[in-house]
């Protein structure tokens, strides 16, 4: 079955210090993998998304994501948090053939203190 | 427009009653997306659009909700007699083409709360 897995819901960095968000996938022929990003009463925007092209992807906001296919992960990163990046992150997948449906992670809370 | 668009932003119903939420997507888009995102679970697929047809509304949880698309433009997702379960945040997506390496833009959603 597709499923995308986001192994923390919760996320606390002190601000200017590295972020790591993790999201693995059931693996499947070539997914797009997507991050997207939810402030409190806001829509959600579109970080980044991997689509079989360069396995290193960058997105908005200094952040960046590496597809590993061996691992089946697609790990979000920014080298220095900052207060604005607070919000709730989720990983997506789309998996080919599956007429364009995404499958979205349960969330991550992105925490960032002072 | 330039986003996507929601109305209304917020709903309050009281159970049995009929609800209807509008998304007005991205002009060219031809994809349109329902979600639905409740409380402390992630997003919920309901149904997919491409122009007026609907080749997937494998997500619509019971034949009390229903959504049609007009002009290869805006969409409705009508729920009738509410039910309490169906209190959450109703999201709206739309996207170029039906394709996975283009971006899909989100509404603001609309809250339903049914009372």
């Known amino acids: 079955a597709q499923s995308v897995t986001q192994l923390d819901s919760h996320v606390s960095v002190s601000e200017g210090t590295p972020v790591l968000l993790r999201c693995n996938y059931s693996?499947?022929?070539?997914?797009?993998l997507f991050w997207y990003v939810q402030h409190p009463n806001k829509g959600l925007q579109l970080l980044l998304k991997y689509t079989s092209a360069a396995t290193l992807v960058k997105g908005i906001n200094g952040f960046e994501a590496e597809f590993k296919k061996s691992e089946t992960s697609f790990h979000l990163t920014k080298p220095s948090a900052h207060m604005s990046d607070a919000a709730e992150y989720f990983c997506?997948?789309?998996?080919?053939?599956?007429?364009?449906?995404?499958?979205f992670g349960t969330g991550t809370r992105l925490q960032v203190t002072l | 427009g330039a986003g996507v668009s929601q109305s209304p932003s917020n709903k309050v119903t009281e159970k049995g009653k009929d609800v209807e939420l509008r998304c007005d997507p991205i002009?060219?888009?031809?994809?349109l997306y329902w979600y639905r995102q409740s409380l402390g679970q992630g997003l919920e697929f309901l149904i997919y659009f491409q122009g007026n047809s609907a080749p997937d509304k494998s997500g619509l949880p019971s034949d009390r909700f229903s959504a049609e698309r007009t002009g290869g433009s805006v969409s409705t997702l009508t729920i009738q007699r509410t039910q309490q379960e169906d209190s959450a945040v109703y999201l709206c997506a739309s996207s170029f083409r039906d394709r996975g390496n283009y971006g899909y833009t989100f509404g603001s959603g609309t809250r339903l709360t049914v009372v």
């Open positions: 002009s060219g888009h031809t994809a």
């Open positions: 997506v997948v789309r998996y080919t053939g599956t007429a364009s449906k995404l499958t």
């Open positions: 693996s499947s022929y070539s997914p797009s």
